[in-house]
């Protein structure tokens, strides 16, 4: 049985281009932020623990659609002014820098809880050991934590990467031309809800899995070296 896509197939798959290349560039200014947040959430200092609380909370509180809404509507007021103060006109910021940047900012806050677990779950004598060697406190981070971080972090980013993959959805709502905004243009011409509907549903799916597989891997790999050591 084939499925009549009424000529949309080709929008379709360059939707989920743009929802792949939307989730890893909000990936990767999620892990930059969770990790700042997590080190500053158990940093010994009161100002960056209460800094990365503040992020952490307040990021988390409020829903996802709304960050996206606000952060593209709100830098389009800001951004058309500074164009005017720069004479600058049309200056503005896209969708998919919004949608990047909003999405980014939420997955940065649950992964900074997923890194401060991972970072307290390192025992404080492997701390100590590197003090006693007399390794610097950023050596010690680099050299020490960090590399047992990402091991204990790993299915936590997981999962959180699966949420953020489903959440590029959200950024529809702004114009940028990903695999929900193509599925409805393909829904609003032919008229058949169900079948485009679903076509995306299995896109997402299959992304899903592709990055499901692709996380399996990254953890079997980083889990080589605690596995002989315990065996």
Known sequence: MTIDLHGFGPALAAGALMTVKLALCALLLGLVLGLLGALAKTSPYKPLQWLGGTYSTLVRGIPELLWVLLIYFGTVS?????????????????????????LGL??????????????????????????????????????????????????????????????????????????????????????????FYMVAAFIYLGLTVIAMTGMHLLEKRAARGFARDNA
């Open 78 to 102: 800001l951004m058309n002014r500074l164009g005017e103060a720069l004479d600058l006109p049309g200056l503005e910021l896209d969708a998919f820098a919004a949608g990047v940047i909003a």
């Open 106 to 195: 939420c997955f940065g806050a649950y992964a900074t809880e997923v890194f401060r677990g991972a970072i307290l779950a390192i025992p404080k004598g492997h701390r100590e050991a590197g003090l006693a060697l007399g390794l610097s406190r950023g050596r010690i981070l680099s050299r020490i934590v960090l590399p047992q971080m990402w091991r204990v972090a790993l299915p936590g980013l997981g999962n959180l990467f699966m949420i953020l993959m489903k959440d590029t959805a959200l950024v529809s709502v702004i114009g940028l031309e990903e695999i929900m905004r193509h599925a409805q243009i393909a829904v609003t011409v032919s008229k058949e809800p169900f079948t």
